[in-house]
C-alpha cells in the first residue's frame, strides 16, 4: 500500500512539472462511475469521504481542498462549471505558476476513450464530488 502511494506521488510530480508520463501506476476504472475514479485517483489526497485527509496529504505543500464544503462556500450553490474545470485544468496555473493538484484532463486523455470520454470522466466525477456535500 504504502508502495503504490509512493509510485502514485512520483508519477503525479511527473505530471506537476509539466513532463509527460508514459504509463499511469493506477487502475484503470470506469468513466461511469465517479465514486470509482474519485476512490482510484483523488482519494490518495483528498480522502476517500472528500475532506482532505488522504494519506499523501501530508506530503503537500499545500492541504487538499476540503471537497464537501464547496457548496457552503458557494452560497448554497454547488459550483460545478468550475469544479470541472478545476479537475481538468483548464484553470491550472495560478499566479505563483504551479499548482498540487494533478492536471487530471491531460492524465485522462492518455488514457483509452479519446475526448469524449475525457469529458464523461471528469462529467462524473463533477457528480460525485457534488453527491458528497455536506448538509447546509
Ligand atoms: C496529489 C494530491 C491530489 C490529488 C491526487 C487530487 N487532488 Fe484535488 N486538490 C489537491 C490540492 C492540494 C488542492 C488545493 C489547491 C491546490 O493547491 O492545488 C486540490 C483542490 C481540488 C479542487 C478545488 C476545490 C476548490 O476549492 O475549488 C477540486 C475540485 C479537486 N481538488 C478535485 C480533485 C479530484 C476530482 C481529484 C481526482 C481526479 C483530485 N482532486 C485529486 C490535491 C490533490
New binding site residues.
Given amino acids: 500500500m504504502l508502495m503504490r502511494i509512493t509510485l ?2 512520483f508519477a ?1 510530480a511527473v505530471v506537476g512539472l509539466g513532463q509527460t508520463i508514459k504509463t499511469v501506476p493506477t487502475k484503470p476504472t470506469s468513466p461511469t462511475s465517479g465514486k470509482e ?2 476512490n482510484e ?2 482519494a ?3 480522502g476517500k469521504d472528500g475532506q482532505g485527509g ?1 494519506p ?1 496529504a501530508t506530503a ?1 505543500k ?4 476540503d ?1 464537501t464544503q ?1 457548496t457552503v ?1 458557494n452560497s448554497g450553490k454547488f ?1 460545478d462549471t ?2 470541472a474545470r ?2 481538468e485544468g483548464e484553470d491550472q496555473l495560478d499566479a505563483h505558476g504551479t ?4 492536471i ?1 484532463g491531460s492524465i485522462f486523455k492518455s488514457m483509452a476513450g479519446g475526448s469524449a470520454t475525457t469529458r464523461m470522466r471528469v462529467a462524473n ?1 463533477t457528480d460525485y ?1 457534488k453527491s458528497l456535500q455536506a448538509a447546509k
Fill in positions: 502514485t506521488i503525479l475514479m474519485f485517483y483523488c490518495v489526497c483528498h488522504g499523501a503537500l499545500k492541504k487538499p481542498a471537497l464547496l462556500h459550483p468550475r469544479v478545476y479537475i499548482r498540487d493538484m494533478p487530471w466525477l464530488i
